[in-house]
């Protein structure tokens, strides 16, 4: 016989309200059925959507929820690779260190295993993860064919031990070619501000600009004015492109050590300073490091979003307001030759492999996009939302309207969406990652 909470639960499911059948017949019409997000099904055929939506952009975004979505790894990896083979994308920039990822870049070009990917920097939420590896794996077999996907990276954090070893020895280096401009006292200075921020990076974020002495920070200040100052000799002695990999390499130490001043006691305002910083290095990816490369960019969703402004949240929180996502900051200046494509699934379990344990995302809430999409069936989709966007259309007006979702973190945020994301990419079922077995 039935307990009674189970009666009431019932009874309440009956009076549950049921998905718009309006929104669900325009998603069966309008979005594209995609069949598989196995990384090694290479039958794109029902991509061609994809490409289609995609056009001629020159910056794919991949986002994902929470950094331990399994699902939504799998299926990047499959756009990984058919971005690469079907669209001529170059590069695969990964939200690591821009510093530590030049020498993985390195390695694998000297056929070193793709298992130096942890060590030499790619964050271990992904290089550890047994469902983001195949995207990692299949960007290293490509170095032994004609046409490799270049791997990149582009925060301002530094994200191996053999980065923070090396970076100032690689500026100084950089500066004192032709004559000698930074001192023997700046490099110390400057190694001991890598060390500390790698401190930073690998200890949690717990530390606070305290704990080192000021002169590491006015080091790391002095090496940036020292490189923009004597440009013109440097390009000459080392290239263009090498001039904006050790300018950008100063940029990010400068910004870390900006963030570390922050600290966890003013947490958004650290991540803003990341942010500014990582939206600044994309773009100079695009503009100096990779010209005339398009890129795929493997990072949160909430990093690559923009027009938070379009986006409710608790009307008193002002740090909310005055957060600029990395997207923002890249998308004033690349605008629509970016395009960014937000993950999201109506049910299932996570687990970020830093964090000790997996959980529920729980069921869609009434009236969002993830309860009409769970209503197709489908279990894999795309929705473009560039043509919602500038279409003022009668059907798709839900869509421009603020409309709950939860692409980011698994938080229900209600928003105009197509002001924020190019794209949704539907796993109805979310899968945690696993660790994967070296």
């Given at each position: 016989?039935?307990?009674?909470?189970?009666?009431?639960?019932?009874?309440?499911?009956?009076?549950?309200?049921?998905?718009?059948?309006?929104?669900?017949?325009?998603?069966?019409?309008?979005?594209?059925?995609?069949?598989?997000?196995?990384?090694?099904?290479?039958?794109?055929?029902?991509?061609?959507?994809?490409?289609?939506?995609?056009?001629?952009?020159?910056?794919?975004?991949?986002?994902?929820?929470?950094?331990?979505?399994?699902?939504?790894?799998?299926?990047k990896g499959r756009l990984v690779r058919f971005l690469h083979k079907e669209c001529g994308f170059e590069v695969l920039a990964f939200e690591s260190g821009f510093y530590d990822l030049l020498a993985l870049?390195?390695?694998?070009?000297?056929?070193?295993?793709?298992?130096?990917?942890?060590?030499l920097g790619i964050f271990g939420i992904w290089s550890l993860s047994k469902e983001a590896w195949p995207a990692i794996e299949y960007a290293h077999s490509t170095y032994a064919t004609g046409r490799p996907l270049t791997v990149a990276g582009f925060d301002c954090q530094i994200t191996s031990e053999a980065g923070a070893k090396s970076l100032a020895?690689?500026?100084?280096?950089?500066?004192?070619?032709?004559?000698?401009?930074?001192?023997?006292?700046?490099?110390?200075?400057?190694?001991?501000?890598?060390?500390?921020?790698?401190?930073?990076?690998?200890?949690?974020?717990?530390?606070?600009?305290?704990?080192?002495?000021?002169?590491?920070?006015?080091?790391?200040?002095?090496?940036?004015?020292?490189?923009?100052?004597?440009?013109?000799?440097?390009?000459?002695?080392?290239?263009?492109?090498?001039?904006?990999?050790?300018?950008?390499?100063?940029?990010?130490?400068?910004?870390?050590?900006?963030?570390?001043?922050?600290g966890m006691e003013e947490i958004r305002r650290s991540v803003s300073v990341r942010d500014e910083a990582m939206g600044k290095a994309l773009v100079a990816l695009v503009r100096r490091v990779h010209p005339g490369k398009r890129i795929v960019v493997w990072a949160a969703s909430s990093h690559n979003s923009r027009g938070r402004e379009h986006v409710a949240r608790d009307e008193n929180d002002a740090a909310w307001k005055e957060f600029r996502p990395m997207g923002s900051w890249a998308?004033?200046?690349?605008?629509?030759?970016?395009?960014?494509?937000?993950?999201?699934?109506?049910?299932?379990?996570?687990?970020?492999?830093?964090?000790?344990?997996?959980?529920?995302?729980?069921?869609?809430?009434?009236?969002s996009l993830e309860e009409a999409w769970d209503a197709t069936g489908w279990e894999y989709g795309f929705l473009g939302l560039r043509a919602v966007r500038d279409a003022e259309n009668p059907e798709s007006a839900w869509l421009r309207e603020p409309l709950p979702a939860r692409p980011m973190g698994y938080a229900w945020d209600t928003a105009e969406w197509p002001m924020v994301f190019d794209a949704f990419f539907w796993t109805r079922t979310m899968t945690r990652s696993h660790r994967r077995t070296p």
């Open positions: 016989m039935a307990t009674l909470p189970i009666l009431v639960a019932l009874a309440l499911s009956s009076f549950a309200p049921e998905p718009d059948p309006t929104r669900v017949a325009y998603l069966k019409e309008h979005a594209v059925r995609v069949r598989s997000i196995d990384p090694a099904d290479d039958d794109f055929s029902d991509l061609a959507p994809v490409k289609a939506a995609i056009g001629d952009a020159g910056v794919v975004l991949l986002g994902e929820q929470s950094h331990g979505d399994g699902a939504c790894f799998l299926a870049d390195e390695a694998w070009r000297r056929g070193e295993p793709a298992d130096r990917a942890h060590e020895g690689f500026l100084v280096k950089h500066l004192n070619a032709g004559a000698e401009r930074a001192t023997p006292e700046d490099a110390a200075a400057l190694e001991q501000l890598a060390d500390y921020a790698w401190g930073f990076t690998s200890g949690g974020q717990k530390r606070s600009s305290l704990d080192v002495p000021a002169e590491p920070f006015a080091a790391g200040r002095r090496v940036r004015e020292l490189l923009r100052a004597h440009r013109g000799a440097l390009v000459a002695e080392h290239g263009e492109r090498a001039q904006a990999i050790a300018e950008l390499a100063s940029d990010n130490l400068n910004s870390l050590a900006d963030q570390c001043a922050w998308y004033d200046e690349l605008g629509d030759s970016m395009y960014s494509i937000a993950f999201t699934a109506a049910r299932g379990r996570a687990a970020n492999l830093a964090r000790p344990s997996s959980w529920e995302i729980g069921e869609p809430i009434a009236g």
